[in-house]
């Protein structure tokens, strides 16, 4: 994927890592929409803010009519509840599978047939090294990641024929508002960005962001007791 000359759809672009893939991709020299629920939110030099709620329908489909031109589309927009799956709300589970499994698959849907014809072009979900872990306070975003990740695989085999690069980022902490509480060492999301559109350029399907994603993929081998050890 040459990110150069191309156009770039990025959801959740007006902070965090969504706001530096916006920014370094116009860097790059690519003409880049920023989708935003509040297009005023949105104050990135050379980007064109675009309205889009992922949990709403009507609200992507106008965003797709908007930007047809689109070769790159990166699925960024999230959310966190902190919802716990045992007893947390089941309105607030619903919110994080709405946005990071159905808002990335109605996304997908809708541009899939633009950047087909538009030569097949790339998406980049952001996932998580939570889409293969889980901790007490993340199992509800957990498993929607787990969910997306699962979706990502399979959009990479469906939408093949078409000639669409699909890739997944997995990464651990990044110091961004969801983790601002969290006393751990964090990414820069300007280096993640970074890192992520030079693989993604080098045709990289699967992204490991850091060293607790390549730590993490590695122990998915030693199965379940690996990653979950329980004292017997």
Do not use: C
Request: proline share 3%.
């Amino acid at each position: 994927m040459k990110l150069e000359g191309s156009t770039a759809f990025v959801t959740g672009a007006n902070r965090g890592l969504g706001r530096r893939f916006a920014e370094q991709l116009v860097t790059r020299g690519a003409t880049v929409y920023g989708g935003v629920r509040n297009v005023a939110s949105l104050d990135v030099p050379g980007v064109i803010p675009v309205r889009i709620d992922v949990t709403d329908p009507a609200s992507v489909a106008a965003a797709s009519d908007a930007a047809q031109d689109v070769s790159l589309l990166i699925n960024n927009a999230g959310s966190y509840t902190g919802a716990s799956v045992s007893d947390g709300s089941l309105e607030d589970i619903r919110l994080e599978m709405e946005t990071h499994y159905f808002g990335t698959l109605a996304v997908t849907r809708a541009f899939a047939p633009h950047l087909a014809a538009n030569g097949g072009g790339a998406i980049l979900n952001v996932l998580s090294v939570l889409s293969w872990l889980t901790f007490p306070g993340y199992s509800g975003y957990a498993a929607a990641k787990a969910a997306q990740w699962s979706l990502t695989n399979a959009l990479r085999l469906e939408l093949a024929a078409q000639g669409t690069q699909v890739a997944g980022l997995h990464v651990g902490y990044l110091d961004t508002d969801m983790v601002a509480s969290v006393d751990a060492p964090k990414s820069d999301p300007a280096v993640i960005a970074a890192l992520a559109l030079d693989a993604l350029e080098q045709g990289a399907v699967e992204i490991l962001a850091d060293q607790d994603a390549q730590r993490t993929q590695a122990d998915l081998a030693g199965g379940v007791t690996k990653l979950f050890p329980v004292d017997a």
